[in-house]
């Protein structure tokens, strides 16, 4: 069985210091792909943004006026239309850290869960209704143990 092919794009609104090499997006991603059983190639672009642009996109595509975490955007490709693009995640580098610190865990442990809460939003995972949410974090849980990193929540 092949693992799935990743293909990540990485771009920053901001100094890449502190911030993971692409290498462990890369496998961050493919992990919860792997995770996720998803056997095709894919194709998704991660963005590392400062608290001003988290706080924009959060605002305009939420409603919500603060900086968060993460946010994925899924691709919505037209009907008949088969490409491997999943989408965009926006990472908020501050957020990272600051939550790293707040949880107590290591900033590179939070960063790969963040990079997999993303991946799996853009695969149709959710955690609104409770029910979901349990699918949700229990499968996080299980990519991350594949990759060494202790529950998150």
């Known amino acids: 069985m092949t693992e799935p092919t990743a293909t990540v794009h990485l771009s920053y609104g901001l ?3 502190g911030v993971p090499a692409p290498v462990s997006f890369r496998r961050w991603v493919e992990a919860a792909l792997a995770g996720a059983r998803r056997r095709q190639a894919a194709e998704l672009s991660i963005r590392i943004v400062g608290t001003r642009e988290g706080r924009t996109l959060n605002r305009t595509y939420r409603d919500k006026d603060y900086a968060t975490n993460v946010l994925s955007f899924p ?3 037209p009907a008949g239309v ?3 693009l999943l989408g ?3 990472i908020c580098a501050p957020v990272v850290r600051r939550e790293a610190t707040e949880q107590g865990k290591p900033a590179a442990d939070h960063w790969a869960h ?3 809460h993303g991946v799996l939003h853009l695969l149709g995972y959710d955690h609104i209704v409770e029910a979901e949410a349990v699918r949700m974090e229990a499968l996080e ?3 991350l143990k594949g990759l060494g990193i202790s529950n998150p929540y």
Do not use: E, M, N, Q
Request: a positive charge.
């Open 75 to 77: 691709t919505d490709l």
């Open 88 to 90: 965009d995640i926006a």
């Open 114 to 116: 963040l990079t997999v």
């Open 15 to 17: 100094s890449r210091a």
């Open 141 to 143: 849980t299980r990519i």
């Open 82 to 84: 088969r490409l491997p």
